[in-house]
């Protein structure tokens, strides 16, 4: 499991780079149109800023698993008996791991197909649609071992208390 | 035996000419097909994203798309022969262009293309200021900010210019806005965009061909009956030919309209400057289709091909 | 499946998924999952189904989420983070609190104008109001306010910072209902500027009619010299960025994106011009800005094809036709929809709110004829009252949670009612005076 937390740790902090680039990039290629200098390359920033979105949010969603950072509502498991509450959010979690076992599966389908058919995302250049989809089994594999900690570690992922948590 | 049932959908919104052809046509299709095979619209862009749509046929989610060919051009490179096509749709079915299309289709991409709709409509580039030409007397957007679509980049960098990419819902405001004050579009449909209270100029001569289609999943097409392919196949190729007839009104409709609220068509200053542009804009696409390619033999003779029966060059 | 099985199934199974406690991300994903594998899996067996469904959810989420129009989001929240962690927004609320002097209520007025930056920042009302209660609500206690003078103010400001831009939501909900970004964040400035007002005179009218709610207090009296340099120095730069930003956005020189970046960019400039940049504030700030982020694109990424299946199963053209064949007026349907977003609000975060909604309200709004950057406004305040709105607005539970243990439920009832009654007088305003919210974005054009 440390070995786990930390490759999430890894790809949470390669997220935040990616975003502090993402803020470069824009001016950059906002003061390069005005100054008549964008062409191709500016468009790559841009094209690349887009792509950017999908792989923070796959690299940072396992580390913000472990964090309890993904919103969510209590409502039921507070009006639950004390005693099945914690057994409750077990449930809950290993349903959760369920569908990430699920989404890791059948994305992976996907991007072995987008890989054999040759897709791609016709942007200001042609991107091969695996590099973005790859993201996913990826991204959906580490969030569902994350929620295993709440399964079967100490922690239960709620806390009893109605509202949302975010 | 049972009606076949097809579920299809377009990639524009309805409100587009270009999808209204093709819902006329299913509805010819249907109306013929009673009791042999019915076609289901699912909707547009709503229902599944316009750039998904061509994988979605392949992979069976629906059976049927009308699209831009160049949406899966990345699949099937073949495609770009439609866009840099010096024939029209008919045409290039009697010159055997139209079954080589096909075959490209069915071997890369698990659809068949069943016809090239709407043809023979060409492209214009439309500026807000008159445009200059180099020493070559062929157009130079140095200085100019134009939208950008992947189908024109390399044309558009070709030409020196400076590029944005936008869906084009957003262009109207940025060209009201001055983000970009250059856009390329068909021939038709740029007075229902309204594009033409900012553009000023067209600068002529056209270049490019639509190269809208419909495909359908290969799987699906071969589970019909023969009756009910033999129909589709008929009326496509019908429709074909009437919605090249309809557009070419509609291009003489628009120059009508676009000439009346002033805008001005600035050709080339001479004719050999004005054949070096459509040369450089389909030399663009010919070498695009050649990269995708990728060099293998089998695709440089189909390359080879189709550059003869589309374009009447040998290319190599 | 008829229109209205398929709307119930959807929306069913995604409220069934959150009620047990998944996270609304995963709600939506998995509602989406078994959807779309009805939907759109084609033929034959469960697992090449399941194959083409999720494909197709996973290949619509490409398009969605890497799409430019979201790239305000991080960037407002990365502005607005950045601006708490050097501490540059602290500088400016002791200034502004220094200048109010002796204005009855002061602290009131404090607590509108810094929770309304840090909300409008954090893109969070949930996560301003925990903040808020903790830090504000004792700290007026000390000072003898009564509890209503510092509960109120703040359950107020979660609706002026959805309003008025910088405003991450605004973004969303436009980004989600294909609407111009810049023009919503703009039309918001007016209504936002209304609202700041009606909340002024109310904590006057307040403080005035009893004046024991909120006594004066003596402050060191300050020189005019002094007053001029916290504003100029203190408070104007902070301002200048933001008012930088929306002018970008309303006269068109940037796209909201390229204008967000720079605001963040010039936030950056001005704490390094401080000196008050660290490393540990950066890496606070970015951290924050990709927590939340990565939170609501997740989401999104969930809801990615929840409106694709309700078109592709007929859903929503089912349900416009059935609602508009009533032939109920215009107002009659808008309060429909303000009355459902309400409800929502008791158990929903505003996210997954305007996911359910959007794709079914705003094409119902354009058969309607509504202008929808007006009807986006209306949305926007339905989305902050029914946060606010007793019995069980969320937020109201929030409140309870931080403020000090002898507060009662009761309590912050009472506090939160004349602050709702300003945000619906403002949508009575609205509905009557449209030009409101549709006047300043037509300026810029
Ligand atoms: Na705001
Ligand atoms: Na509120």
Redesign the interface.
């Known amino acids: 499991m440390r070995v786990i937390d930390r490759i999430c740790d890894v790809l949470?902090v390669i997220?935040?780079l990616y975003?502090?680039w993402?803020?470069?990039a824009?001016?950059v290629s906002?003061l390069a149109?005005t100054l008549?200098?964008?062409?191709?390359w500016?468009?790559h920033l841009?094209?690349f800023?887009?792509?950017g979105?999908?792989y923070?949010?796959m690299a940072?969603?396992p580390w913000?698993v472990r964090?309890r950072?993904?919103?969510?509502?209590?409502?039921?498991?507070a009006f639950l008996p004390k005693r099945i509450q914690s057994g409750f959010?077990r449930f809950?979690a290993a349903?959760?791991v369920l569908?990430?076992a699920?989404?890791t599966y059948?994305?992976l389908?996907?991007t072995i197909?987008?890989y054999e058919?040759?897709?791609?995302?016709?942007?200001?250049l042609?991107m091969p649609?695996w590099l973005?989809?790859g993201a996913?089994p990826i991204g959906f594999g580490l969030m569902g071992l994350q929620f295993c900690r709440f399964v079967f570690g100490p922690e239960t992922?709620?806390t009893g208390?109605?509202?949302?948590h975010? | 035996q049972a009606e076949d049932r097809i579920s299809a959908v377009h990639a524009f919104p309805e409100f587009l000419v270009y999808t209204k052809t093709f819902l006329a046509m299913v509805e010819d299709i249907n109306a013929r097909g009673e009791g042999i095979v019915q076609i289901e619209v699912r909707g547009g862009p709503e229902a599944i994203g316009m750039f998904e749509q061509p994988a979605a046929v392949r992979d069976g989610v629906i059976d049927m798309v009308h699209t831009p060919g160049s949406f899966y051009g990345a699949n099937v490179p073949e495609i770009d022969a439609m866009v840099a096509a010096r024939v029209t749709p008919m045409e290039a079915r009697a010159n055997g262009g139209a079954a080589v299309m096909d075959e490209a289709h069915r071997e890369r991409f698990n659809v068949t293309h069943l016809g090239w709709i709407d043809g023979g409509i060409k492209f214009h580039i439309f500026m807000n200021k008159a445009p200059v030409f180099d020493e070559n007397g062929v157009l130079d957007l140095t200085g100019v900010k134009l939208r950008d679509n992947p189908i024109y980049n390399a044309f558009f960098t070709a030409l020196n210019a400076s590029t944005s990419s936008m869906p084009a819902t957003e262009v109207y405001s940025a060209l009201e806005k001055g983000v970009v004050d250059s856009a390329a579009w068909t021939q038709i449909g740029i007075p229902q965009l309204k594009w033409n209270e900012f553009l000023t100029h067209r600068v002529d001569p056209f270049f490019y061909n639509t190269d809208l289609g419909v495909i359908m999943n290969l799987d699906a097409w071969n589970a019909l009956s023969q009756e009910s392919r033999d129909l589709i196949t008929t009326v496509v190729q019908e429709w074909e030919e009437k919605s090249y007839n309809d557009r070419q009104a509609d291009v003489v409709t628009d120059n009508q309209i676009l000439a009346e609220g002033g805008m001005e068509f600035v050709s080339h200053p001479t004719e050999e400057a004005g054949a070096a542009y459509q040369k450089l804009a389909d030399d663009a696409a010919w070498a695009r289709m050649k990269e995708r390619i990728g060099g293998t033999d089998a695709g440089m003779a189909r390359y080879n091909k189709l550059r003869e029966l589309y374009a009447g060059d040998s290319g190599s | 499946m008829e229109w209205f099985e398929a709307l119930f199934f959807l929306l069913g199974m995604i409220l069934f998924f959150m009620a047990l406690g998944v996270p609304v991300a995963l709600a939506f994903l998995a509602a989406n999952v078994i959807g779309a594998a009805y939907f759109m899996g084609g033929r034959g067996d469960i697992v090449s189904q399941m194959t083409r469904g999720i494909g197709a959810l996973v290949n619509n989420a490409i398009p969605t989420i890497t799409s430019f129009n979201l790239m305000p989001v991080p960037m407002f929240l990365l502005m607005g983070e950045i601006f708490f962690f050097t501490g540059l927004a602290n500088r400016m609320f002791g200034a502004v609190d220094r200048l109010m002097g002796k204005l009855p209520a002061r602290l009131s007025f404090v607590t509108v104008a810094g929770g309304t930056a840090f909300a409008t920042l954090s893109g969070s009302s949930m996560g301003s109001t925990a903040l808020l209660g903790s830090l504000m609500v004792p700290e007026m206690q000390k000072r003898g306010y009564k509890k209503h003078m510092a509960i109120g103010p703040i359950l107020g400001t979660g609706g002026l910072a959805m309003l008025i831009p910088p405003s991450a939501l605004a973004v969303l909900l436009a980004t989600l209902a294909e609407l111009d970004i810049g023009a919503l964040l703009i039309a918001g400035i007016l209504p936002g500027l209304i609202l700041a007002i009606m909340y002024a005179v109310l904590i006057l009218l307040m403080a005035l009619y009893d004046p024991s709610a909120a006594p004066a207090y003596e402050l060191d009296p300050i020189s005019a010299g002094e007053k001029l340099r916290l504003f100029f120095i203190d408070i104007l730069p902070m301002v200048s960025i933001v008012i930088g930003v929306i002018l970008l956005i309303m006269f068109g020189i940037a796209t909201p994106s390229e204008s967000a970046a720079f605001g963040c960019l010039g936030v950056i400039v001005l704490a390094a011009l401080y000196r008050s940049l660290t490393w540990d504030g950066l890496v606070k700030s970015v951290t924050g800005a990709l927590k939340v982020t990565t939170m609501a694109l997740l989401i999104i990424f969930g809801s990615a094809t929840f409106s694709a299946l309700l078109a592709f199963s007929g859903a929503s053209s089912g349900l416009i036709r059935w609602a508009t064949g009533f032939e109920l007026d215009p107002i009659t349907m808008l309060l429909i929809m303000f009355g459902i977003l309400l409800i929502l609000g008791m158990f929903m975060d505003q996210l997954s709110m305007m996911l359910l909604t959007v794709p079914i309200f705003f094409p119902l709004a354009q058969t309607l004829g509504f202008d929808l950057i007006w009807f986006a406004v209306i949305v926007l305040l339905a989305l902050e009252i029914s946060f606010t709105t007793p019995p069980f607005g969320l937020l109201l539970f929030v409140m309870k949670g931080v403020s000090p243990p002898d507060t009662k439920m009761r309590d912050i009832y009472i506090s939160a009612m004349p602050f709702i009654g300003c945000s619906m007088l403002l949508v009575v305003m609205l509905i009557f005076l449209p030009g409101i919210a549709t006047w300043l974005p037509s300026l810029g054009q």
Do not use: N, P, W
């Not at chain 1, 058919?117 to 200001?124: K, P, V």
């Not at chain 1, 208390?161 to 949302?164: E, L």
């Open positions: 949470a997220a935040g975003l502090v993402i803020m470069l824009i001016v906002a149109r008549y200098l964008s062409g191709t500016s468009s841009f094209t800023s887009e792509f979105l999908l923070i949010v940072a969603s913000l964090l950072g993904h919103v969510f509502i209590e409502l039921l498991t959010s809950v349903l959760c569908i990430c699920i989404l059948f994305s389908v996907a197909r987008a058919f040759g897709d791609a995302l016709m942007r200001s042609d649609k973005i989809l996913m992922l709620h208390q109605a509202g949302v975010e």
